[in-house]
Structure formats: C-alpha cells, structure tokens
C-alpha cells in the first residue's frame, strides 16, 4: 500500500540558502544539527541523521525544486524507495517550503511526518532565525 503526504513550513531565509544547505554536507550537518553526507547533484548520494536516511538526487531545479530518492534503516527491505519532492517559494524574504513525501511502506507515514517537523523544520527554523 502506498502512502504519502505533504507538508509545508515558512523560513525567515531564501530559498537560495535552503537549496544550498539540502545539496551540501557542510549546510545540511549545520541545518539539521546531525551528521549528513551530501553529494549536491544529479543521481549524487547522501546520508542524513549520522546514516539513518540515505538516497539519491534524481533531480534538481535551482533554489525552486529537489527530488530524492528516499530511505531509513526502518524501511522493509524488499521495500522500493520513497520519494521526497521539496518545492521553494521565495515571497517577501521568506520561503514557502512544500514537502510531498511519497511510497512510504505501510504503517510508517505517521512516524516520517512527525519526523519531518521535529528532525528537518524545528531545527531549520532554529537555523534560520525563526
């Protein structure tokens, strides 16, 4: 069964610096406060939350959309991967942060949403000055 949803969060920044931190290993560890591995790219690879969350870029429109290929050590693992869209809309300072999160294995959305909000948006709000 597959199961998905979509969130979305305001930042005190651009969607310039929120593009820039997704792609880099430096922004990510910093936005995030946790150990990421990021190879900003096309089809590059990244780790997130010290190896927790690991995927693939499949594609990349500058500060407007990523697309991730998308997995934790809890997903089954004959499991396909999910798949992560993060839509930036920059208006008056501030950025519009859209996440579609798609094909989560049956039973873990609530865990990934509530994951979302307090690993990804609570410490980029922090990050980016509230």
């Not at 949803?5 to 880099?24: G, Q, R, V």
């Not at 927790?52 to 809890?74: C, P, S």
């Amino acid at each position: 069964m597959e199961n998905e949803f979509t969130l979305t969060a305001e930042f005190n920044t651009s969607t310039d610096k929120i593009y820039k931190a997704f792609l880099s290993t430096q922004g990510h560890t910093l936005m995030t406060g946790s150990p990421a591995k990021v190879d900003g790219k096309t089809n590059g690879d990244f780790t997130a939350w010290d190896g927790y969350i690991w995927g693939t870029f499949l594609e990349l429109e500058e500060n407007k959309r990523i697309t991730q290929a998308w997995r934790t050590g809890e997903f089954p693992e004959e499991a396909p991967d999910s798949r992560v869209e993060i839509l930036l809309e920059e208006t008056n300072g501030k950025t519009k942060l859209t996440l579609v999160h798609t094909n989560i294995p049956a039973g873990q959305e609530d865990s990934y949403k509530k994951g979302w909000e307090d690993f990804y948006f609570q410490p980029m709000r922090e990050f980016f000055g509230e």
